[in-house]
C-alpha cells in the first residue's frame, strides 16, 4: 500500500508542501537539510587507486588462455552488394580458426561487416582479411542529406528517404506571427560528432558448453544480454555479459554493435575464446555518431519580449539508422503558446547514428537560444531578461540570476560593439533533462560471515562514479564508512539494471541500494532486539554491530551473519516508481564568456559559469567532475568536432583522432561550477541525474557568445577559423 | 662497399631483452612489434593503454630513459638498452601509490579512468623535469594526452596537488 | 604494419649503404613518430628500416660564432627549450615548440619533422590511390580541401606539415646531405620540391640520401624573429597557417626581411615580394598591410580554403607589428 504524505520539495525561498504517494516499503525520502554522515560529502571514488594504478581491468585488457584474435573485413564502398566471396585461402592460413561471412549482402555504409576472422595472433587476422577474394557490386550512393532528401536521390531505404520523425502543432502559428510585434527566423547547423570514447567497442566471448560469456565493453549488461541471445537464437539465460570497467559510453554503448555476435559466433566456430576490439578507425566509422541537423526556427514574440510562438522546422541524418530529432526541449525551457514542429529524419549510405550525451537536446538548444538572442536584438531588449519573462522553471529562474552574477552580465554590450581585433562576448542558454530516474533495478545488500558488506546490481559504472555513490548510500544508510562497503555491478548474473545512460543511473539505482540497506538495518535490529532482550528503539546500527544505547552491550553483524544457516545476511530491494516531484525535471544553465580573434578567426572560451541543480548532489566532487565533462565535451561540440565524408566517395575522411579533434588541455576554459541543491521528490534519494543537462546548454552559450562578440552569427558549428572568417567577409561585403 | 657492421633483425621473430620498471626482461617479437603491444600482450601490463595506435591521445604515455613517450609510436626493439617505466612501475613496490596517483584519486582527476595512466605519467615525466610547475606549464605538459570525460580541470589541479606534496616532502 | 627488417647503423657509412639494398623499399627511423604511423596505415611499406640513433654525433647542437649546426637526431623538445637557439634563432625554437605534443616532440627530431610527409586526408587514407601515390588523380583539388594549399598545389595541392622548415628557411638555413657518392650542401630552401617538380616526395633526397644536418648561419645584429602558428585545436594541431618572420633592424630601418609561409604550400612558401616592401623602410601600420597584402598575391585558393588568404594575410601583419615593436630601442 502506497503512502500518502506531504513533502517539503524545492529550494531555500521556494518550498512548498507536495502531495505524494510514496512507495510501500520504500524508505522515506531524507529531508533537504538533513544530516547526513556519508551522502552529500566528497568521497574519492572508490576505484581511483585501481584506476590511477592501472590495475583496473577493462575489456580491452582481458585475455583468457586459448583466446584467439579476431578481424573484421569490411565493405569499402558505401552502398554494394556482394557478388561473390571466397574465403579458401584464409581458412588455409596456418594461424586461422574460423571465419565467419556475414549473412547481410548487401552493404549500405563504407565500414559495413562483410566477414571476420579469428586467429591465433592478431597479425595473422588481419592478414588473413587480405587473403579473402571479394567481388562487390557497387551501387547508387547518397551520404549528402542534402541529395538524399531530392527527387531521384538513391535510396538507402525502399521506402524512402525523408521520414517523418516528430510533427507537433499546438494554437495557430501563423495567427500568432501575424499578431507578434517581432519575428526572426534562422538556420543553423550542426554536423555529425563521433563520441570517441577512449576505450572502443570490443568484445571478448567464450563457450563453456551451452553457456555463453561476454565481457563487452557497454553501458548496459541486460540489454546486450538480450540482443545477443536473439541474434544468436540462445537463451538468455544460457547467455552472461560481464563488463567490470569502462571507458566511457556517452551513448555509443547502450547497444550491441555487431562485434559482439561477431565474437560469439567465431568463438563458437572455433572452440575457444574469441577476442574482436575495434581499432580506433573502425570505432569512428561503425559503432553511433550524434545526427546532424538542420534546423530553421521561426519566433514571434510581443514587445515585451513575451513569446507568442515558435515553428520548428529541422532536418537531419543518422546514417542508416538512429533518427533525428532535435525540438524535444523547447517546453521544458521555455512557454511558447503556439507551436508547430515538424523533423525529418533523412537516411543516407553512412554509418549508423545512436544516442549521444543528451541527443536531440544538445543541437536542438544551440538553435533555440540562437533565436532568442536574435529575436531579443531585434526587440532591443536583454536577452537574459527576456528568458526569465519566459522560463517556466522556478530554479532555472533563480539559477540565471545566480549565474548572471557570477559572469558579470551586465559587462555584456551590444553585439559586436567591441573594438580591435580581438572581441570578447558573453553568452547563455538553458538546460531541462528528466533524469529522474525509473523503477525496475534491484540491488542486494548483503553482510558476510566476516561482517563484510557488499552491494550487488547489475548497473554499470561507466566512469561517472555508480560504484562509489552507491557505497554511499549504503554506508550512510548502515552507518558506516564507503570505503567498507564493496560494491560489486556490471554483471548480467546479478540483480537486474537498466542500461547506464540518460542520466538516468543515479536516480534508478541509488533508491534501490538505500532501500536494501534499510531493509538490512531494520533486519539487524529486529535481530538484536530478539537476541539481547533489549527494545528496538534502544538499539542503534553503527561501526558493524548493533548497540544498546548508553550501555556497552552489542551484537556484531559477523555474529548475526554467523547466525544464519549461510554464514551470510542478504537483503534485496527493487526501484519502485517515482512519486510526484517539484518540477518535471532538472534545470539549470550556462554563461560562456569568449574572445574571438577578428584576424585569425581563432574562439577562445574563456570562461565558463555552469548553475545546475540535481537534486540531492550524492558526492559533490564526482558531480563536480560530471559538470566539468560536459561543459567540457560541449565547448568541444561548439569550436571542434564535425565528422567528414568525401560525397563523392561516401568516405569519412577523419575517420582517426589527429582530423577529427576533440578537445585537448589547451583549450580548457575556467569552469566556475554552482551546485544548486533541490528537494526534488521522484525517489527516496531525490536525486536526479547530472550527466546530459551539464551538456546540453555549453554550444549553444558558447555560440551565442560568439555572436555577441562579432556582431555576426556564425551559422554553423563548430565554429572554426575558416566559418569565421568567412562569415566576418561576407558580413563586410553585405555592408559595402 | 658492404654493410659489414650493421646488425640486421628480422623480419621474424628476434630475442629482444628490455628493461621494463627496473627488470629485466625477455622477449620473443618482430621488429615490427610497438612497445605498446609488448607491453600489453606479452607482459600482460595493460595499464598502459591502446587507444588510437597513431600518436593521436596519450594514453599509452610511458616513460623511456625518464622522457614522456607514446608506446605505440616506439618499436620495442628501439627500446633496448633504455630503461622503460610504465604505471605499474610508478607506484612502489609494496604497492604505496606515488603522490600523483593519490592526488588524481583525491582530486577526482579521472571519470572513466581509461586516459587516467597516460596522465599519471605525463604529469610524472613533468614533474621530474620540472617539480615547480606553473599553471600554464601544467597545461602545456598535459596537451598530448586526450581526456573525452573532460577531467581536464581536476587533472591540473591533482598535478600542482602533487608537485606541492613532492616539494614539501623533499623539504622535511 | 608489414612486417620488415631492422638494421641499426652504427656509422653514416653503414645506413647509405643499407639503404642502397631492398631496391629502394628502406626508409630511415629516427623518432618514428610520423613513419610508424604511415606503416600502420599502409602509406609506406618499407622491407627494411635503417635506424640513426647508434651513429654518434647525429644529435649534436654545436653554437659557434658562425651560427648553429644541429644533428638531424636533435629532438624537437631540445630545439624548443635550448637557451642558445631561443636566443640565437627564435623563430626556430618557437617552431619546434609549437609542432606536435610534448610526447611527440620527445621523439620527433629535426630530420624527422623535416622529412615528414603531407597529413592530407587524402594521401593518409589508403581508399584513395592519388597522384601523390603514383595515380592520376589529386582528390583534394575538388573535394574536401579545408586544410590544402593555396599556393603551388596545382597538381598536388598538400601542404607541407613542418614547423621547423618555414622557420629554418626563414634563417636562411643549410642542409648537409649525405649518400654513398658522397656529401653534398643545398640551401635549405632548394631543399623542398614543388609537387610540379616531384609529385611522389617532398624533397629532393635521394632513396639512398640522409638528412644529415642543418647549418642556420647567425642573424646580424638587429635581427628580430618569430613564428605564428594558428591551429584549429591549440593542444594537438598541424597549422592552418603559420609565418616566419626574420627582420634585421638597423635603427628604425628594416634592412633584410625574411617571411617564409607554413600550411599554405606543398613546400615552406618564401614570400620576396613582402620582403622587398619592407627592405629600407621604417615599418608602420601601413607598410606592413602593405607587405601583408603583397604576400597573399598570387594565392589560389580552392573552393574550402579561401579563409586562409584571410587568415594568411592577418598573422603575417601581426608578425611584422609584433616585430617591429620589439626591436632595439622600442
Redesign the interface.
Known amino acids: 500500500m502506497a503512502k500518502k504524505t506531504k513533502l517539503k520539495l524545492g529550494f531555500p525561498g521556494h518550498f512548498k508542501q507536495v502531495a505524494v504517494s510514496l512507495p510501500a516499503g520504500d524508505p522515506v525520502p531524507w529531508e533537504f537539510d538533513a544530516d547526513l554522515k556519508v551522502v552529500g560529502k566528497r568521497v574519492?571514488?572508490v576505484?581511483?587507486?585501481d584506476?590511477?594504478?592501472?590495475?583496473?581491468?577493462?575489456t580491452?585488457?582481458l585475455?583468457l588462455p586459448g583466446m584467439l584474435h579476431a578481424a573484421v573485413l569490411r565493405c569499402?564502398h558505401p552502398h554494394a552488394r556482394l557478388r561473390r566471396i571466397d574465403t579458401s585461402k584464409a581458412k588455409a592460413h596456418p594461424e586461422v580458426r574460423a571465419v565467419l561471412v556475414m549473412e547481410e549482402k548487401e552493404y549500405r555504409f563504407?565500414g559495413a561487416e562483410v566477414a571476420a576472422v579469428a586467429a591465433t595472433t592478431l597479425a595473422a587476422a588481419r592478414q588473413a582479411l587480405g587473403l579473402i577474394e571479394v567481388q562487390y557490386e557497387k551501387l547508387p550512393f547518397v551520404t549528402d542529406p542534402d541529395l538524399a532528401r531530392r527527387p531521384g536521390a538513391p535510396k538507402v531505404r525502399t521506402e524512402g528517404n525523408v521520414e517523418v520523425s516528430l510533427e507537433t502543432r499546438r494554437g495557430s502559428v501563423e495567427t500568432a506571427f501575424r499578431e507578434a510585434d517581432a519575428v526572426v527566423e534562422l538556420t543553423i547547423r550542426t554536423p555529425v560528432a563521433l563520441h570517441?570514447?577512449?576505450?572502443?567497442h570490443g568484445s571478448l566471448a567464450r563457450w563453456e558448453g551451452d553457456l555463453l560469456t561476454v565481457w563487452d565493453s557497454t553501458q548496459a549488461v541486460f540489454d546486450v544480454r538480450d540482443s545477443l541471445a536473439r541474434a544468436l537464437k540462445h537463451p538468455p539465460e544460457n547467455v552472461r555479459i560481464i563488463k567490470d570497467?569502462?571507458?566511457?559510453?556517452?551513448g555509443s554503448k547502450l547497444q550491441m554493435w555487431s562485434q559482439t555476435p561477431i565474437a560469439a559466433r567465431l568463438a563458437k566456430l572455433a572452440g575457444a575464446p574469441v577476442r574482436l576490439l575495434l581499432?580506433?578507425h573502425e570505432d569512428f566509422l561503425c559503432t553511433g555518431n550524434r545526427h546532424s541537423s538542420v534546423q530553421t526556427l521561426k519566433l514571434g514574440a510581443s514587445r515585451d519580449g513575451t513569446f507568442k510562438a515558435i515553428s520548428w522546422r529541422a532536418y537531419g541524418t543518422g546514417g542508416i539508422e538512429g533518427g533525428a530529432e532535435t525540438s524535444r526541449a523547447v517546453d521544458g525551457l521555455y512557454r511558447f503558446p503556439n507551436l508547430e514542429v515538424h523533423e525529418e529524419n533523412v537516411y543516407t549510405h553512412a554509418g549508423p547514428a545512436c544516442p549521444m550525451r543528451a541527443p536531440g537536446h544538445v543541437q536542438g538548444v544551440v538553435a533555440l537560444e540562437a533565436a532568442i538572442d536574435t529575436l531579443s536584438e531585434k526587440l532591443g531588449l536583454d536577452p537574459l531578461e527576456v528568458r526569465l519573462k519566459n522560463d517556466p522553471s522556478e530554479i532555472r529562474k533563480a539559477e540565471l540570476s545566480v549565474g548572471a552574477e557570477r559572469i558579470g552580465w551586465s559587462r555584456r554590450g551590444p553585439s559586436g560593439s567591441n573594438p580591435g581585433?580581438r572581441k570578447r562576448g558573453l553568452g547563455v542558454a538553458g538546460t531541462t533533462w528528466d533524469g529522474s530516474g525509473l523503477p525496475g533495478p534491484e540491488v542486494e545488500v548483503s553482510i558476510g560471515a566476516g561482517g563484510e558488506v557488499t552491494a550487488t546490481c547489475g548497473t554499470q559504472d561507466?566512469?561517472?562514479?555508480t560504484r562509489t555513490i552507491l557505497a554511499q548510500v549504503v554506508a550512510e544508510e548502515l552507518g558506516i564508512s564507503a570505503a567498507e562497503v564493496t560494491v560489486r555491478l556490471g554483471d548480467s548474473y546479478f540483480p537486474y539494471s537498466i542500461l547506464s545512460g540518460g542520466s538516468l543511473t543515479a536516480a534508478s539505482v541509488t533508491p534501490a541500494a538505500r532501500a536494501a540497506a534499510a531493509k538490512a538495518r531494520a533486519s539487524l535490529l529486529r535481530f538484536a532486539s530478539k537476541e539481547l532482550g533489549d527494545k528496538l528503539e534502544d538499539l542503534e546500527c553503527s561501526d558493524h554491530q548493533i548497540r544498546v544505547r548508553g550501555s556497552n552491550r552489542s551484537l556484531s553483524w559477523e555474529h548475526m551473519a554467523q547466525d544464519t544457516p549461510s554464514g551470510r545476511l542478504s537483503f534485496k530491494a527493487e526501484r519502485q516508481g517515482n512519486f510526484a516531484g517539484f518540477e518535471p525535471a532538472a534545470a539549470g544553465c550556462q554563461f560562456a564568456e569568449v574572445e574571438v580573434d577578428t584576424?585569425?578567426?581563432?574562439v577562445r572560451v574563456v570562461k565558463v559559469v555552469a548553475v545546475h541543480d540535481s537534486g540531492r548532489i550524492l558526492n559533490p566532487?564526482?558531480w563536480?567532475?560530471?559538470v566539468?565533462?560536459?561543459?567540457?565535451?560541449g565547448i568541444s561540440f561548439a569550436?571542434?568536432e564535425q565528422r567528414?565524408i568525401?560525397h563523392?566517395?561516401g568516405?569519412v575522411?577523419?575517420a582517426?583522432?589527429?582530423?577529427y579533434?576533440?578537445?585537448?588541455?589547451?583549450?580548457?576554459p575556467e569552469?566556475e561550477i554552482i551546485p544548486f541543491p533541490v528537494a526534488a521528490g521522484f525517489n527516496n534519494t531525490q536525486v536526479i541525474g547530472i550527466g546530459e543537462p551539464a551538456i546540453i546548454p555549453t554550444a549553444a552559450a558558447v555560440a551565442n557568445a560568439v555572436a555577441n562578440a562579432l556582431g555576426v552569427r556564425i551559422g554553423e558549428l563548430p565554429i572554426?577559423?575558416?566559418?569565421v572568417?568567412?562569415a566576418l567577409?561576407s558580413h563586410a561585403k553585405g555592408r559595402r | 662497399m658492404l654493410p659489414l657492421m650493421a646488425n640486421i633483425l628480422g623480419p621474424g621473430k628476434v630475442p629482444l631483452t628490455l628493461e621494463i620498471n627496473a627488470r629485466r626482461v625477455e622477449v620473443s617479437a618482430e621488429p615490427r612489434a610497438t612497445l605498446l603491444e609488448i607491453l600489453r600482450d606479452h607482459l600482460d601490463l595493460t595499464g598502459t593503454k591502446n587507444v588510437c595506435e597513431m600518436g593521436e591521445c596519450g594514453a599509452c604515455t610511458v616513460h623511456l630513459d625518464g622522457v614522456a613517450r607514446y608506446a605505440c609510436l616506439t618499436l620495442a626493439v628501439e627500446a633496448v638498452g633504455r630503461r622503460v617505466t610504465t604505471i605499474e612501475g610508478l607506484s612502489s613496490a609494496n604497492g604505496t601509490l606515488h603522490p600523483l596517483q593519490q592526488a588524481f584519486v583525491e582530486k577526482d582527476g579521472l571519470q572513466c579512468g581509461f586516459c587516467t595512466p597516460g596522465q599519471v605519467m605525463a604529469a610524472a615525466a613533468l614533474l621530474a623535469e620540472n617539480p615547480s610547475p606553473s599553471h600554464d606549464e601544467i597545461r602545456a605538459a598535459m596537451a598530448g594526452n586526450i581526456c573525452r570525460c573532460g577531467a581536464y580541470p581536476k587533472i591540473f589541479e591533482a598535478v600542482a596537488e602533487a608537485a606541492a606534496r613532492m616539494k614539501s616532502a623533499r623539504q622535511d | 604494419m608489414n612486417p620488415f627488417e631492422y638494421a641499426s647503423a652504427d656509422s653514416l657509412d653503414d645506413a647509405v649503404a643499407l639503404l642502397r639494398e631492398k631496391k629502394g623499399r628502406v626508409r630511415v627511423i629516427a623518432g618514428g613518430t610520423d613513419l610508424i604511423p604511415q606503416m600502420k596505415s599502409g602509406v609506406a611499406e618499407p622491407e627494411r628500416l635503417v635506424d640513426l640513433k647508434g651513429i654518434p654525433g647525429l644529435d649534436r647542437v654545436e653554437i659557434s660564432a658562425g651560427g648553429l649546426r644541429l644533428g638531424t637526431l636533435v629532438p624537437l623538445t631540445e630545439i624548443a627549450s635550448h637557451p642558445g637557439i631561443r636566443e640565437s634563432h627564435a623563430a626556430l625554437a618557437q617552431g619546434a615548440s609549437a609542432a606536435a605534443s610534448p610526447q611527440i616532440r620527445n621523439a620527433g627530431t629535426l630530420g624527422g619533422n623535416l622529412c615528414q610527409r603531407p597529413r592530407c586526408w587524402y594521401f593518409r587514407n589508403e581508399d584513395f590511390h592519388c597522384r601523390k601515390k603514383g595515380g592520376s588523380e589529386c582528390f583534394a583539388l575538388e573535394g574536401e580541401n579545408k586544410y590544402h594549399a593555396i599556393f603551388g598545389g596545382d597538381d598536388c595541392c598538400i601542404v607541407h606539415p613542418s614547423d621547423t622548415a618555414p622557420a629554418l628557411v626563414a634563417c636562411e638555413a643549410e642542409a648537409t646531405l649525405r649518400s654513398p657518392r658522397g656529401e653534398r650542401r643545398v640551401p635549405l630552401a632548394d631543399f623542398f620540391v614543388l609537387p610540379s617538380v616531384d609529385v611522389r616526395w617532398e624533397n629532393i633526397l635521394a632513396k639512398d640520401e640522409i638528412l644529415v644536418s642543418v647549418f642556420a648561419p647567425s642573424p646580424p645584429p638587429g635581427t628580430r624573429a618569430s613564428y605564428t602558428k594558428i591551429r584549429e585545436r591549440a593542444s594537438f594541431d598541424f597549422a592552418l597557417a603559420s609565418v616566419a618572420a626574420v627582420l634585421t633592424f638597423e635603427g628604425a630601418t628594416c634592412t633584410r626581411a625574411r617571411i617564409v609561409l607554413g600550411g599554405v604550400a606543398p613546400i615552406p612558401w618564401p614570400c620576396p615580394a613582402a620582403e622587398s616592401v619592407l627592405v629600407g623602410h621604417a615599418l608602420d601600420d601601413a607598410l606592413i598591410a602593405h607587405a601583408s597584402n603583397a604576400a597573399l598575391e598570387g594565392a589560389a585558393p580552392l573552393s574550402k580554403n579561401r579563409y586562409k588568404v584571410s587568415l594568411t594575410r592577418g598573422i603575417i601583419r601581426r608578425a611584422l607589428a609584433n616585430l617591429n615593436a620589439s626591436k632595439e630601442g622600442t
Open positions: 574519492p571514488r576505484d581511483g587507486p584506476k590511477v594504478s592501472g590495475k583496473a581491468r577493462y580491452f585488457d585475455r569499402p563504407a570517441t570514447c577512449l576505450e572502443g570497467h569502462a571507458g566511457g559510453g556517452f581499432s580506433r581585433a561507466i566512469g561517472t562514479g584576424d585569425t578567426g581563432e566532487l564526482l563536480e567532475s560530471q566539468n565533462g560536459g561543459v567540457i565535451q569550436l571542434l567528414v568525401d563523392r566517395y568516405t575522411l577523419n582517426d583522432m589527429e582530423t579533434k576533440v578537445l585537448g588541455a589547451l583549450e580548457v569552469i572554426t577559423p575558416d566559418r572568417l568567412g567577409e
